[in-house]
T-cell receptor, first 117, second 114 residues
């Protein structure tokens, strides 16, 4: 099966511009997560969708970030307007809904490297 | 709030030598613990996980990790490193009802010398 895909792989934009990142989860995975790794720091959780609903968005840094998952398939993460500190690698992950008390592995995409100049 | 510390930012090891990566965590409840690896240009791949039971966990690619509650540690080991093990390794704690929300350490980059 195809893995988690993310587009674009790289994006370079000017401060103040808008950027939209896309994540296509593995087919059948209702859980979708966004994480971010700012240069030199750890990977941090941004938010979690279950199908099209936001289950947990406690990691979203501020209201310049908007995540959507219309129809419960792919997701987009929009940054508007972008600031210098938004530079980093944005990862998407997906997993199946947990059943029977078992943990379902999160499968990660390769990430989108965002550079804000 | 949970946190994860990986004390070693870089480690250089000779091919064929053993490898141990350290991970310490802070979490109030019984943790879900994970090790991920990221090779260049790839996404994070799960090496192994611990939820409960046997504290020595076997993973893929010949890796194992040992959970030590008394030391709040979950160190990753491999007896004999291959050149393909050069990558960045991340320890993580899963929080929430299903361990869904992962908190990562800063990562350890492993360089393998021939």
């Amino acid at each position: 099966e195809a893995g988690v895909t993310q587009f674009p792989s790289h994006s370079v934009i000017e401060k103040g511009q808008t950027v939209t990142l896309r994540c296509d989860p593995i087919s059948g995975h209702d859980n979708l997560y966004w994480y971010r790794r700012v240069m030199g720091k750890e990977i941090k959780f941004l938010l979690h969708f279950v199908k099209e609903s936001k289950q947990d968005e406690s990691g979203m840094p501020n209201n310049r970030f908007l995540a959507e998952r219309t129809g419960g398939t792919y997701s987009t993460l929009k940054v508007q307007p972008a600031e210098l500190e938004d530079s980093g690698v944005y990862f998407c992950a997906s997993s199946r809904i947990r059943t029977g008390g078992l943990y379902n592995e999160q499968f990660f995409g390769p990430g989108t490297r965002l550079t804000v100049l | 709030a949970q946190s994860v510390t990986q004390p070693d930012i870089h480690i250089t090891v000779s091919e064929g030598a053993s490898l141990e990566l350290r991970c310490n965590y802070s979490y109030g409840a019984t943790p879900y613990l994970f090790w991920y690896v990221q090779s260049p240009g790839q996404g994070l791949q799960l090496l192994l996980k611990y939820f409960s039971g046997d504290t020595l966990v076997q993973g893929i690619k010949g890796f194992e990790a040992e959970f030590k509650r008394s030391q709040s540690s979950f160190n990753l080991r491999k007896p004999s490193v291959h050149w393909s093990d050069a990558a960045e390794y991340f320890c993580a704690v899963g929080a929430g009802a299903a361990g869904n929300k992962l908190t990562f350490g800063g990562g350890t980059r492993v360089l393998v010398k021939p």
